[in-house]
């Protein structure tokens, strides 16, 4: 008789919500209950290996290890900042890079995570487009960014102290990983596991015009950050390609439409990546103003010094600039904060992620 032999990938049980764990549990001749148990130790304990989970029987687990997986990504780096900041390079299992940052603050840890292997969208100050766009990541992949940085930090089943922020600004734009993102979302908010509700994530959008519509009708959904970094289409168009397909005044009329879902004392945000002699003078200001204004948009201005991006050929405004351009803005009402630069000696900053291996000697400079 011909045998065939199909490789198959493993089921990545980091994929699946609560729901569906118990569904694939019971396929496997076991009762719903182990289901929510194994999902609780996923996620609640971040426990990273099957045969560990010792409140399953023997066989089960044994079982498991054969049917699937809770690993797709292999850590191949990670970095640490002297600000405390960790960087994390992790590979799928089909060879691509994906780049996760652990922030420490005062009040409440940040993951950034990425969305996508790479970026399609060819920003021209970011160094992650020139990795270009290898492919969007897996719910499970997601999900696999945040328990690892977690569990590097507090230990496997450590608990997080005060709470975890997350944000979706790492490698790829996470409107074009829509789906993945959202379930993956769902999967971490659930209070049998991870339990980190939308309400503590923020979305970062180059202008993906109509998934931040389609994102304003999601019943719980996260907070949208927009990447503008120009006031007119003519600089919008050369610093950010997909401003050629939905221009300020589309991306804008979607934000104002946004705006309706907005809860009670929440707000839209605009990111604003100041290039010195670009982007930074205090006409443009002005100019970013009236924009907001005209379309009525009780937004706040997030100003991102630039992060060095080699060979990228743009520089950081200096700080009086940038304090010149905040001041601008929030003499008209919009009220403007400057990013702090978090790890950029370890190339974990914005706009930084590009998959980069440093040496000691790259590490100290
Ligand atoms: N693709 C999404 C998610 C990335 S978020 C987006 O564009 O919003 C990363 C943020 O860092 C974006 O606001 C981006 O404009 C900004 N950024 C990119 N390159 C940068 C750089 N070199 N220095 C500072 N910020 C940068």
């Known amino acids: 008789m011909l045998k065939l032999t199909v490789m198959v990938e493993p089921l990545h049980v980091l994929d699946l919500s609560l729901d569906e764990i118990v569904r694939f549990v019971e396929g496997l001749g076991e009762r719903p209950f182990r289901g929510r148990q194994l999902f609780s130790a996923l996620h609640n304990r971040r426990v990273r290996s099957f045969t560990e989970i010792t409140d ?4 089960f687990r044994a079982l498991l290890v054969e049917r699937a997986t809770l690993r797709t990504l292999a850590l191949e780096a990670r970095y640490f900042s002297t600000d405390g900041t960790r ?24 993951i950034c995570f990425s969305s996508q292997a790479g970026c399609a969208l060819a920003c021209a100050f970011c160094l992650t487009a020139q990795l270009g766009l290898k492919r969007s990541l897996t719910a499970g992949e997601i999900v696999e960014q945040i328990i690892c940085a977690l569990n590097d930090v507090y230990g496997e089943a450590g608990d997080v102290p005060h709470g975890t922020n997350l944000v979706a600004m790492g490698a790829g734009e996470p409107l074009l990983a829509l789906d993945s993102l959202l379930k993956a979302l769902r999967i971490m908010a659930a209070p049998e596991g991870l339990h980190i509700v939308p309400r503590r994530v923020t979305v970062s959008t180059a202008g993906v015009v109509p998934r931040i519509r389609q994102l304003a009708e999601v019943k719980d959904r996260p907070h949208l950050a927009v990447s503008l970094s120009a006031p007119t289409d003519e600089l919008r168009d050369r610093l950010m390609p997909i401003n050629r397909r939905w221009p300020l005044a589309e991306l804008l009329a979607a934000c104002r439409d946004f705006q309706r879902s907005l809860r009670p004392g929440e707000r839209l945000t605009f990111e604003y990546v100041m290039l010195s002699g670009v982007n930074d003078a205090d006409e443009q200001a002005r100019q970013l103003a009236r924009l907001l204004n005209r379309h009525q948009l009780r937004a706040k201005v997030n100003l991102i010094p630039h992060n060095p991006a080699e060979p990228l050929p743009y520089r950081p405004s200096p700080d009086e600039r940038i304090e010149s351009f905040r001041r601008i803005l929030e003499a008209k009402g919009i009220p403007t904060f400057v990013r702090r630069p978090r790890g950029r000696d370890i190339f974990a900053a914005c706009g930084q992620l590009a998959a980069r291996h440093l040496t000691e000697a790259s590490l100290s400079s």
């Open 56 to 59: 399953l029987p023997k066989a």
């Open 87 to 110: 960087r994390y390079l992790f590979r799928t299992r089909d060879g691509h890079p994906v780049e996760t940052v652990f922030i420490p603050e005062a009040r409440r840890d940040t």
